[in-house]
């Protein structure tokens, strides 16, 4: 039988408001240095150094500090004219723009907590003023923000890809069209709701071909990011490390000469919010590495795949069971931290039962992130909800249907993995 106390502490500590980070941190501690023989201080302080040093994972920051930039250079607003271009005329305009713009904002941010927070304070005022309610602004914002990790370069699949030994590239190429699933499903939910409230588009006429090419013209550098990022990687020009970095100056470059937004002062900043994001993302990853070393250390990933087993030999009854898991554990478990400790866990069954390692990350990504926006622990719940001052109760009357529709999709995605591995297979 494992030694189950550090999954108790760690739940103990999580519902008394401790961050997941530390909690891993002090369960991990405290089973190595009274529950386990023969691992000193040494070993347990190299184990959280190991994941941080470690050169894929070095792709997080430099992703993180390309957002930051863009954030600051102009990129983000130039992204949402040219989104409202497309959008505008249609009713539910603005709702659409904010769909769309996660949809482009994951090709630079990867953060979907960075992308909720992002648009709630740009989006939401304006969508009230148009005569949207806060809570149903407020629930398109947060789902929308399902789009953004698996988009690339969406810092979850990085860091499953990480996790789980498979291609980073692979993990992106998976990702393109299920987001776009996603966004179509929400700009068809968006009209429709929108349509029986009356609610007018954001524009009145039609864009000129002559102000579409002008947008286009303004936003093509934004645009060209996440295919260069896929084709470089595709081509084997650089790993994805490489295109991470290659992705800051890119950045800096498009904010400071392009758009002559980004100036010298806002370095500071960005170096800061960088710092500071970075920060939390590697403190999760550590604390759950060596979490994981306790896992591994009892057997508990061999114990639970033998469970998962028995429950049945199906593997789409297999696959259901994991989106109800990974359906509640993301309203409680920060996604970084999810994807560190599940892979060991589950992989070996998923394999068994014949689901693609890539396939599967997918899966995992989407229904963490899905966990995410679902009342009443989802962390991009919470990360809107502290920019808008919306209630629970108010995000969840208005924002079901939105919920459902990334549901179905992910469905879709879970039980035919071809909308997934299309291109990959290529």
Not at 4 to 29: K, N, Q, R, T, Y
Not at 210 to 218: S, V
Not at 332 to 343: E, G, H, N, R
Request: aromatic share 10%; proline share 5%; net charge positive.
């Amino acid at each position: 039988m494992p030694n189950l106390i550090p999954i108790l502490i760690v739940f103990v500590l999580f519902f008394l408001g401790v961050p997941v980070a530390f909690a891993m941190l002090i369960a991990s501690f405290i089973y190595f240095t009274f529950m386990c023989d023969g691992v000193t201080m040494f070993t347990m302080v190299s184990s959280l150094l190991t994941q941080a040093e470690s050169f894929t994972m070095l792709a997080v920051p430099f992703f993180i500090t390309a957002g930051t930039i863009m954030g600051y250079g102009g990129v983000s607003e130039n992204l949402m004219d040219f989104c409202e271009l497309l959008t505008g005329r249609f009713r539910g305009g603005l709702g659409a723009t904010n769909c769309l713009l996660s949809t482009f904002m994951g090709g630079i941010s990867g953060s979907s907590c960075a992308d909720a927070a992002f648009e709630a304070k740009m989006l939401v005022p304006e969508m009230e003023k148009r005569g949207y309610s806060k809570g149903y602004a407020s629930a398109i914002t947060a789902a929308s923000s399902c789009i953004t990790p698996i988009i690339p370069p969406g810092i979850a699949l990085i860091i499953y890809a990480t996790a789980a030994g498979c291609s980073i590239g692979d993990m992106f190429m998976a990702g393109y069209i299920p987001g776009i699933m996603i966004c179509a499903a929400l700009m068809i939910t968006n009209y429709v709701v929108s349509k029986r409230r009356g609610l007018k588009p954001s524009r009145e006429q039609k864009a000129t071909p002559k102000e579409f090419l002008h947008q286009l013209g303004k936003s093509i550098w934004a645009l060209l990011m996440p295919l260069g990022i896929i084709m470089g990687m595709r081509l084997g020009w650089f790993t994805p490390t490489e295109c991470a970095a290659i992705t800051v100056v890119y950045s800096i470059f498009v904010g400071a000469l392009v758009y002559k937004k980004l100036k010298p002062k806002h370095m500071k900043r960005v170096i800061v919010e960088s710092v500071n994001s970075t920060a939390s993302v590697v403190l999760i990853l550590s604390s759950a590495s060596l979490f994981s070393r306790y896992m591994v250390w009892e057997g508990i990933p061999q114990k639970a795949a033998g469970a998962l087993a028995a429950i049945s030999s199906n593997k789409y009854v297999f696959i259901l069971i994991i989106m109800l898991f990974m359906l509640v554990l993301g309203m409680f478990l920060d996604t970084a931290a999810a994807l560190v400790i599940l892979p060991p866990l589950l992989l070996p069954v998923a394999t068994a039962l014949g689901i693609d390692v890539v396939h599967f990350g997918i899966i995992l990504c989407l229904m963490d992130t899905i966990g995410g926006i679902t009342p009443p622990f989802g962390v991009m719940l919470f990360a809107v909800m502290g920019v808008t001052k919306v209630s629970i109760k108010e995000y969840l009357k208005e924002g079901w249907p939105l919920i459902a529709a990334v549901f179905g999709v992910i469905l879709l995605v879970s039980f035919v993995p071809e909308f997934c591995m299309f291109l990959v297979n290529l």
